[in-house]
């Protein structure tokens, strides 16, 4: 929390242009790296990690040990010269040593002059959060003696005894960073211990008594920027201004940011709780979207609305989805973490309809952007009526419907089909920032079934999603990605993409273990995992992730007698050095909601097995821990090979695990997939049928789904034909042009192994796959891509001037996505970029961006600025820490299958790998190289040296 400071008599002789004309502050200003403050009870780590520095408060329950953010450094708030009760050291203070109170904040103040205070404070302060794994710390509250201290000798004291506190610091941590908040006073003793000066309220403030923001006057502003001018040019230190703007207000954060940065310093601007994401030398781009739905009783979150149709458009636009149920208390969010919000309901709200209004005109009066889509939950009258903006018509829509006017997004994949079922009877204005996409007539009645609209904007039924029963296939009426961008208002920005690396689109494998034990129904017999190994896996040789079901092979399970058959067969697969060892559980529930009291079961799924919705396994009871922690460890002791355990759980049935099932995984140290049904083909070309990566579920649990689907729903269930798999070609082809929505994935059971249709569809398919510029890895390798996508931070460089448009793009992340895509104007500016290593065109336009980690900075020009003399031009494998100097180009590198990298603008230049001197071959005007393949290249990589002429 922060303190309020005493204005003190301003100095009149310093200008401003004095201290943003310093040479000294300048130079510092530059190295100032970007900083943000954040006291909430659960920091929003996705965002934060943008800035270079992120002070938290430690009694939120941040654990820094935790987080795989190696661009920031996580600094913990510490209050020195005050103490509030609720401190977990408080009752060990003396009560001598506590001299007097600041009301404004119920906070006790400490008397920095007694003689064991230091001590104490580095064991009990500082030593808990350095082993929690801090290792900076700012410094609040160094000026609270004031409060008590009324003469000059009692300040001295104090001053005194707080230099000995920030020296005993670093005499037991010489290596914590600190920063101070103020203590101009002290820092003639200290400031060689500091790495930083904070104050707050440049331009503008926070009165805590009132309760209300204040405009600084040039008073205390010209004193503050005395102080700013001695920081910087006398003790040499970057200093840092904190102001405070209405949380909503981005406008004015924005703008305040840039005034501050205009005079050299660096700036944050939030709320005075510091409980938002604020705006700094960055702006965090927010990549949430609420779904906000009122799903039936008894239909799983997997097949609601949201999941089905909405979240895919919004992940392709780079948007992680959250969702809400219009039947719990709505949440508290806000433009600094949610782009937006989409409603898709059936029909009127039934539970609390007040309450889900208020909130709707809640977020449009803060200026978050709101989509309606299918209805808008509630009639459009009244209070709501005046907050859209729409102009009720008087009568209802009952005779023929007839379309007047039609935006060119409108009748996507169907036609418009004139429809009243859904009508509403309403009215766009005929004034700025109202567009109707869909103007309809009955009879004299005139009405707008969707729009663009200044507070977002609506597409109502059936114009949005078309779904017909009949064949279980649903339409695309409106064109999802432009009117979710135009309605949300989203702004161009670098897309964090799953699909590609290095130019390649990806490709993985995997199997569920199922029919493991199934004999095979060809020539010579034998067990399907046999066969396939015989005929499938050992002639392609391509990583791909196994799994076996517990209870198809072990002794306690279905086919005890088969046992000593049927683990010499997995031993076998699971050593090869391209496959990767995955569980499909112990009995294979069929119905996951069923394996926890109290969940809801699927409804209208044709789900295989019997009434124990599970395999039939002798005296066997569901148990999720068997299922998950068991099934792991018996593969792991039985069947893998040591040093090579199991990494990956791939869930069976359904596919749609209960969160105690997602905790369960995350506890057993695996990662999860399976689930979505991206199911498009030739005879179902919609979108409707291509899936999100993934769905958050309600209590804050993830799970991955597979990029493609399994054999089974090709071949009808497993009933014929048997070589259905070989149309899966049709949904690698239809999820890359004309835009690539997913990786290309191979992904079937074991039964497959058991028939000479089944083969022969798998060999067509792997066959295929050979022919395309496609980059193997493991299915975990994909899975940490979409775990690092949902945390990405996308922000964007704060301009300077008032004008500007913004400065380079900095998007950060744990390093295993490596793609982005940018479709807006302008291309990235490769030769002045840190971690971008090239660029390639995008199906459906823009670019490719690679990059070589988790950690990168671009400028998008109207052109390059300059030709870098050596860029990647494609590889197929993993690159990293790339980093040119003194026309040497070095990178890590390493793949799984036959890689190689093709390097552009390396005519004149000598390769080397390891040290040794390799042959390149020139190839579409670039070098070629190839390398051994690695069977670890995530860990163990080969070092590249390019050295070039001139």
């Known amino acids: 929390m922060w303190r309020r400071r005493w204005r003190c008599i301003a100095l009149w002789c310093l200008t401003v242009v004095g201290l943003a004309c310093s040479p000294a502050g300048a130079a510092f200003a ?15 780590v996705d965002a934060l990690q943008a800035f270079d520095i992120a002070v938290v408060e430690p009694d939120s329950g941040f654990d820094p040990r935790q987080l795989s953010t190696p661009a920031t450094s996580w600094f913990a708030y510490v209050s020195v010269g005050e103490v509030l009760p609720g401190r977990a050291y408080f009752k060990d203070i003396p009560k001598a040593w ?12 400490v008397d920095q002059s007694a003689q064991g205070w230091p001590a104490f404070y580095v064991d009990k302060v500082i030593t808990p959060l350095w082993q929690r794994g801090f290792r900076g710390f700012f410094l609040d509250t160094l000026d609270s003696y004031q409060l008590v201290a009324k003469t000059d000798a009692e300040r001295a004291r104090q001053e005194a005894g707080m230099v000995r506190v920030i020296q005993a610091i670093k005499a037991r941590y010489p290596d914590a960073r600190l920063i101070f908040n103020r203590g101009f006073e002290i820092l003639p003793q200290v400031h060689q211990l500091a790495d930083a000066v904070a104050f707050e309220s440049l331009f503008r403030g926070w009165d805590q008594g009132k309760g209300r923001y204040v405009e600084v006057n040039d008073a205390d502003r010209a004193w503050l920027l005395g102080q700013a001018r001695t920081i910087r040019e006398q003790y040499r230190l970057p200093v840092i201004a904190i102001d405070y703007c209405p949380p909503a207000d981005r406008r004015c954060a924005r703008e305040t940011a840039r005034r501050i940065k205009a005079l050299g310093m660096t700036p944050y601007v939030a709320d005075p709780g510091l409980q938002t994401v604020g705006i700094g030398s960055v702006e965090v781009l927010p990549r949430r979207v609420l779904v906000v739905q009122e799903r039936r009783q008894g239909l799983s979150i997997d097949d609601s609305p949201g999941v089905r149709f909405v979240s895919m458009p919004l992940n392709y636009l780079g948007y992680r989805v959250e969702f809400a149920e219009t039947r719990d208390p709505l949440p508290d969010i806000g433009p600094d973490r949610y782009a937006g919000v989409v409603v898709y309901v059936d029909g009127n709200v039934t539970e609390q309809p007040g309450r889900f209004v208020s909130w709707i005109e809640k977020q449009i009066a803060q200026g978050m952007p709101v989509v309606f889509m299918n209805d808008f939950g509630a009639s459009v009258t009244g209070s709501l009526a005046r907050t859209l903006g729409l102009k009720p018509v008087k009568g209802r829509v009952s005779g023929p419907v007839e379309i007047l006017a039609r935006d060119p997004m409108m009748g996507f994949e169907m ?14 204005p005929e004034r700025a920032g109202y567009r109707s996409l869909l103007r309809m007539r009955s009879g004299t009645l005139t009405y707008d079934a969707a729009a663009i609209t200044p ?25 999802p990605l432009t009117f979710l961008r135009e309605a949300l208002r989203l702004p161009d920005m670098p897309v964090p993409d799953v699909t590609t690396e290095n130019g390649r689109r990806l490709l993985t494998i995997h199997i569920d273990g199922d029919g493991f034990a199934s004999r095979a129904e060809i020539p010579g017999g034998g067990f399907s995992g046999e066969v396939l190994f015989r005929e499938i896996f050992d002639r392609y040789r391509l990583p791909m992730t196994m799994s076996v079901i517990q209870g198809e092979l072990a002794s306690d399970g279905m086919y005890p007698k088969l046992t000593a058959q049927l683990e010499p067969i997995a031993r076998k697969i699971f050593a090869q050095p391209y496959v990767e060892v995955a569980s499909h559980t112990f009995s294979h529930p069929f119905e996951w909601g069923r394996t926890v009291p109290g969940e809801p079961a699927s409804e209208g799924r044709n789900v295989e097995g019997d009434e124990e919705f599970h395999l039939a396994i002798p005296g066997y009871t569901m148990d999720l821990n068997r299922e998950i922690g068991g099934s792991i460890d018996y593969i792991n002791r039985r069947l893998a090979p040591p040093g090579k355990p199991v990494s990956l759980l791939l869930w069976s049935g359904d596919c749609q695990p209960p969160a105690q099932a997602l905790k369960l995984t995350a506890q057993a140290g695996v990662l999860n997939m399976n689930g979505g049904d991206t199911l498009i083909t030739r005879s179902n070309p919609s979108w409707t049928a291509i899936a999100p990566l993934g769905i958050n579920k309600p209590d804050g649990t993830f799970q991955v789904f597979a990029p493609n689907q399994n054999e089974n729903v090709y071949t009808n269930l497993w009933h014929g034909p048997f070589y259905g798999f070989e149309r899966v070609i049709e949904t690698f082809e239809l999820t890359d042009r004309p835009l690539r929505f997913k990786p290309v994935n191979i992904y079937y059971h074991s039964y497959s192994g058991t028939k000479a249709a089944s083969l022969k569809a798998l060999r067509k398919v792997y066959d295929y796959v050979l022919t395309q510029p496609l980059l193997p890895l ?18 964007r460089e704060l301009p300077a001037g008032d004008g500007g448009q913004g400065g380079a793009w900095i998007v950060r992340g744990d390093g295993n996505l490596r793609n982005l895509r940018w479709t807006g104007n302008g291309v990235p500016d490769v030769a002045s970029a840190r971690g971008v290593t090239g660029t390639s065109p995008a199906p459906g336009g823009g670019v490719y961006l690679y990059l070589d980690g ?13 030709e870098p003399a050596v860029q990647l031009a494609e590889a197929n494998g993993i690159v990293r820490d790339w980093q040119r100097r003194d026309g040497v180009t070095t990178f890590a590198f390493s793949g799984y299958y036959k890689p190689f990298f093709r390097l552009a603008g390396a005519g004149q230049c000598r390769v080397s790998v390891d040290g040794k001197p ?23 990589r080969q070092r590249v040296e390019v050295h070039c002429a001139g």
Do not use: C
């Open 918 to 940: 390799v042959q390149g071959v020139r190839e579409r005007n670039t070098l070629r190289v190839d390398t051994a393949p690695i069977t670890d290249p995530i860990h163990v």
């Open 854 to 866: 988790g950690n990168a900075r671009f400028a998008i020009g109207a052109a390059p600025a300059a």
């Open 455 to 479: 507070w977002g904007g609506y597409v109502l039924g059936p114009y949005a999603v078309r779904q017909n029963s009949s064949n279980d296939q649903s339409r695309w009426v409106v064109q």
């Open 415 to 428: 036609p418009v089909a004139p429809d009243r079922t859904q009508a509403e009877a309403i009215q766009v």
């Open 778 to 795: 493991h299915a975990t390798d994909y899975v940490r891509k979409v775990l690092d996508w949902q945390d990405m931070a996308v922000a």
């Open 98 to 109: 506590l001299a007097g109170n600041n009301d404004a904040w119920q906070a006790r103040v």
């Open 30 to 44: 530059q190295a100032m790296p970007s900083i943000a403050f954040h006291y909430g009870d659960r920091p929003p």
